[in-house]
């Protein structure tokens, strides 16, 4: 059973971008080389880990003790955040979650990294996994 | 930063496989359209969702209330509960993962679904993931 959907990442919440490097290391992946970005809106910086078949792993670093991923880390203690699906028609999709009765967290797309259009579905509508829709170019 | 690694799937912890099936529905997965397959092992029964660049969603429904993902369940509600690389050479990164001080669930794999041998890296060495790393088929 296949859908059109990418899975394009996992959001991994970290304390730091190099918390459990020698794990990402011996897997492949040299975090001291991979280039960050901030994402101001979500108070994040995040770092991509890109894997063969394009479905990332992006480290999230909080830049403030009031983002979301801060708030989780405390929480729950660092761990997956996250997953983010890749989708044609952000807009047509919104609303067609919307009338299935799902519930979102954005009705309407923000933006997020890679100045792509996302918005969130959130847990109680996904059996628990907090849910981002991406459209753009990666 | 780019590793030869690829992201196979998302294990996915679900009272149920038809849980949620209104969500999945109008991302273009038909739930009750797709196989599953028991994993005597791990005592779960699951199915896979298949997405465009093959980094699947695996739901994991529990055949025993002694399984882990009961009990994962029972303690945290359903939700994400592992991720699975896809690795060339399982032996040899296990051996180097050992070495590097990686705590390892499985130190030589086991068989998991679709046959592939399987092993788990224990999340206090990922920074809280449950990370099942594979290597076979799919």
Redesign the interface.
């Known amino acids: 059973?296949?859908?059109?959907?990418?899975?394009d990442h996992?959001g991994?919440?970290?304390p730091n971008h190099n918390?459990?490097s020698?794990?990402w290391?011996?897997?492949?992946?040299?975090?001291s080389?991979?280039?960050t970005e901030i994402v101001e809106d979500q108070k994040v910086k995040v770092a991509?880990?890109?894997?063969?078949?394009?479905?990332?792993?992006e480290l999230l670093e909080s830049t403030s003790d009031e983002s979301a991923v801060a708030k989780f880390i405390s929480k729950?203690?660092?761990?997956?955040h996250h997953?983010c699906?890749r989708?044609k028609n952000i807009d047509g999709?919104l609303k067609?979650?919307k009338s299935?009765?799902?519930k979102l967290i954005n009705e309407t797309p923000v933006l997020g990294a890679h100045q792509c259009r996302v918005a969130f579905?959130h847990?109680s509508?996904?059996?628990?996994?907090l849910v981002e829709l991406s459209e753009g170019t990666k």
């Open positions: 059973m296949s859908s059109d959907i990418e899975l996992i991994i919440a970290v918390s459990n020698t794990f290391k011996v897997l492949g992946w040299d975090i080389k991979v280039s991509f880990l890109n894997t063969k078949n394009k479905a990332r792993l729950r203690g660092p761990g997956i997953i699906l989708v999709l067609n979650l299935a009765g799902i579905v847990p509508s996904t059996g628990g996994i």
